[in-house]
């Protein structure tokens, strides 16, 4: 018996052929988006997220500061106020929402605002704690200091733009002379273990070494040397030497006075204040040495009262020295 073999027609072997191609190429589709899915939903993804600040750039923000004008500075209340630009450059999907550390803006005008950059104009008044120590030869740092109030240095980390930021060179602070600035980020941890990034502008302004001597040392000094020509008073006369003593004591309080009332109370001493206490140093050794001259002269004793008189104008100047060296180094 012969064998019966059955063959299908060419045309449906090609159909045939191309329905389980499809069906591979579909099948190979369906797995690698499968896979795809699979990857992206193991992987952290960076939009939108917080992510470490030492790990990725992504949470950078790169702020700076140009200063237009100081319209006012208080020295008591240690208040200023302020007129700057300021601007953030950022990538990603961020939002900005700074506020002031250290003051309050009274305006706030936008600039510019586009995807990546914010720039506005700021007005405000800020606050910082002033030192005196140096007075009336001080200068004093003034900042203006800002953080995000959402997010924490782990999702948005300032850092100083310092080639664009600066002062305006037709800055005029009346008074004053403005001798540096910087720009810088720090960590600002606040309990519970949440720190936030603080941006700090920071310029310096102090006052011309001469005017300030001229008016604050060398007036105490004129009256310090009126007082001390007691000195040169015949013993004899020591009515007009007490009453010189009495009456350049008497400037001298007055001129402190009219000094410290430039400044808040503090509870140190200033250098005018050392200077201010070597003068009544001085007032008070005068009228001594007057009161023992007018007690020798009274017990008829002239040439005990001229020599006690010239040994203390001798002594005067050491004991200057003394007293502000001493006032300088423990006071």
Known sequence: MESFEWQLPSEVKSSLGMKASFKALSMGIILVVFVTSLVSTTLPSSAGQAVSSDSSPDSAVETGVL????????????????????????????????E???????????????????????????????????????????????????????????????????????????????????????????????????????FTIGKSTLPSVLKSIVPIAIITCIALLAFLVSPTNYGQ??????????????????????????????????????????????????????KLTDQKKPEEALRLNKRAGLVVPVIAIVLISVLMIFA
């Open 67 to 98: 200063l237009v004008n100081v319209q006012k500075f208080d020295i008591p209340s240690g208040s200023y106020d302020l007129d700057f630009y300021m601007w953030f450059k950022w990538s990603g999907n961020k939002t900005i929402n700074y």
């Open 241 to 294: 030497r007490i009453s010189l003593g009495v009456t350049t004591l008497m400037a001298a309080v007055a001129f402190h006075l009219a000094l410290t009332s430039q400044i808040p109370p503090v509870g140190y001493l200033t250098i005018a204040d050392k200077v201010m206490i070597t003068a009544y140093g001085l007032f008070l050794y005068s009228l001594i040495i007057s009161v023992l001259v007018m």
């Open 100 to 202: 002031f550390m250290n003051g309050k803006a009274s305006s706030t005008d936008i600039v510019k605002s586009v995807p990546g950059y914010l720039e506005v104009r700021v007005r405000g008044t800020f606050l910082k704690s002033l030192d005196f120590r140096d007075f009336p030869f001080n200068s004093h740092e003034l900042t203006v200091e800002l953080e995000d109030k959402v997010e924490p240095i782990d999702s948005l980390r300032f850092t100083p733009d310092v080639n664009e930021s600066g002062i305006d060179q037709s800055i005029n602070i009346a008074g004053w002379n403005v001798q540096a600035w910087s720009v810088n980020s720090v960590k600002h941890a606040y309990p519970g273990d949440e720190t936030y990034s603080r941006l700090v502008f920071s």
